[in-house]
């Protein structure tokens, strides 16, 4: 079972088995459907345990994900046996069209019931539990009936599923849709959190917050994982780390500071 | 409400910079087309413009970051403005309605409208980036051959199907660098109409496939061209020191030929007599 610290292999380190088994607790593998990376955890295979994240299902979308995507995946279940799966609350495609970002839904009951019966059906074929993740958004369809984390909290309770925050995403959308992300924490049930998602995030030419999983955890953000430790059980915490790296020693510094975090409320798993 | 048609609808305005902004200036069209009723497209038109089209444009840079494609426009997309980059992106995506990333089966069209649409106004700088975009386009063909280049009929020595030469009005150093900073620019710039040469191969290795580029002297080009046909033992010598001779190259053919040969960059074809 998954617990303390972990991140995802990245190609820049993937060679650097000892390093990784020294201070990853679990590692977490993102899935878009290659089999390259997958033959890349040949090593790490009973060795480390297992989160997988899945990128390209589309849950939110009214068309339910494609059944050659889900087959896939069950097979990358097989062989990883991940203890949970997680995906983005969100829709990315729908009849021939398929972007490659993340749009959010409209906050509104239908997409609680089409979201929450996609992760349902993909909690059976794979036979694991499902947590989703909370992405960031510059706007949002105008006919809400929800807040976002009323919304989320509809999803996750319809669905039975957890909750994978992201914290770099919710300061993020705090920011630029002027909101409190501790009221919005204080409307997630807090036993749906059971993981989290930290990254550093940069700022654009014209002075917008991109998430762009850098390296540097803000202040801001450590205290969002500081008060999740703190007032829920979630037990996961995963560091996103995708530009700027050259190896493992470059995303070192970020991990000690998370793992030092977790150890203030949860007993270590490696020191 | 149908989330249904919200989606399609939402899907559609993303990826096409055009739709987006027909939407708020036809909106019965879109109505109708999208099958939204009177408070699903009044939502639609309270959408924020600006943050969609910037939605837009970063979704068309995060494809290309997840394609092979990237390599091919990056030098192109590197020197234009900020302003630039802007405009030619999202009449691209306007042009070319990319409904899933095809970023790689879109390269050559991207850079043919880059060059009508950004440069078109032909001042100096344009035609510095006119050039460059050239420089990328052949680097697309080459891939796109996949060492598949066609060779003259004959026997002899012979520049391989994966490989091809080029002049171009750059130095090759600055010009083969990914490196798009401005200090590279100003370098392409003051040095545009210096004759550079580049060689080109392509690469096959398992699932990678790719085009290395090298910079190349004006000897070893010269020889090279000449040898886009099949050359006798005797011609390749010859011609070889000639070019060599009249550069004033110290080198000789045997070793030209040793290394061309070792570097898979000629190949013999049938009887090299």
Partial sequence: MAR??????????????????????????????????????????????????????SLGSVEPPPQHRVDFLKQVVEKIDPSVVSEHLSYSRNKDIEIDSFLALPYVEEAVEVASANIRNLSVALGKPIAMENVTHDFTWP????????????????????????????????????????????????ERIVQMHVAGYSF????????????????????????????????????????EINQFDDILPDLTLLKELYAKYRNPVKL | MALKNIQNLMLNVVINHNTLHDVYRNPDKYQA??????????????????????????????????????????????????????????????????????????????????????????????LVNIDIIAFERWVYNLYVAGGRGE?????????????????????????????????NFALLNKSHGQDGYVLGQYVHQGNLKDVDLYEIDNCYYQLLKQCETPKSNEQFHQIAQTIAQDLGVERTSEEMLQELLELGILIQQGEVI
């Fill in chain 2, 151 to 183: 060779v003259a009929s004959g026997s002899g020595y012979v520049l391989a199907p994966s490989v091809k030469v080029e002049k171009f009005p750059f130095p090759a150093t600055p010009l083969i660098s990914t490196d798009t900073t401005e200090s």
């Fill in chain 2, 33 to 126: 087309e999208f099958a939204l009723t009177d408070e699903e497209i009044g939502y639609a038109l309270q959408m924020p413009r600006r943050a969609i089209g910037a939605f837009n444009i970063s979704l068309v840079f995060k494809r290309l970051r997840r394609s092979h494609a990237r390599q091919f426009v990056v030098r192109t997309l590197g020197y234009m403005s900020n302003g630039q980059k802007g405009n030619v992106i999202r009449s691209f995506t306007g042009k070319y309605n990319m409904r899933q990333n095809d970023w790689m089966e879109r390269v050559g069209d991207f850079l043919d409208h880059a060059e009508q649409e950004t440069f078109g106004e032909r001042s100096k700088a344009d």
């Fill in chain 1, 4 to 57: 303390g610290v972990g991140a995802g292999l990245r190609p820049a380190f993937q060679y650097e088995t000892e390093k990784i088994l020294k201070h990853f607790d679990f590692m977490e593998v993102s899935h878009r459907g290659g089999l390259e990376l997958i033959d890349a955890l040949t090593p790490f295979i009973g060795n480390i345990p297992m989160l997988l994240h899945s990128l390209n299902l």
């Fill in chain 1, 143 to 190: 006919g809400s009936v929800f807040s976002e984390a009323e919304f989320i909290k509809r999803v996750l309770e319809t669905a039975d599923c957890g909750l994978l925050l992201d914290v770099t995403n919710l300061h993020i959308n705090s920011r630029v849709h002027a909101y409190d992300p501790y009221e919005f924490l204080s409307v997630i049930p807090k």
């Fill in chain 1, 204 to 243: 654009g030419e014209g002075g917008q917050m991109m998430d762009t999983h850098s390296g540097g955890l803000h202040a801001d953000v450590l205290a969002l994982v500081e008060w999740t430790l703190r007032h829920t059980a979630c037990d996961q915490v995963i560091l996103e780390r995708d530009i």
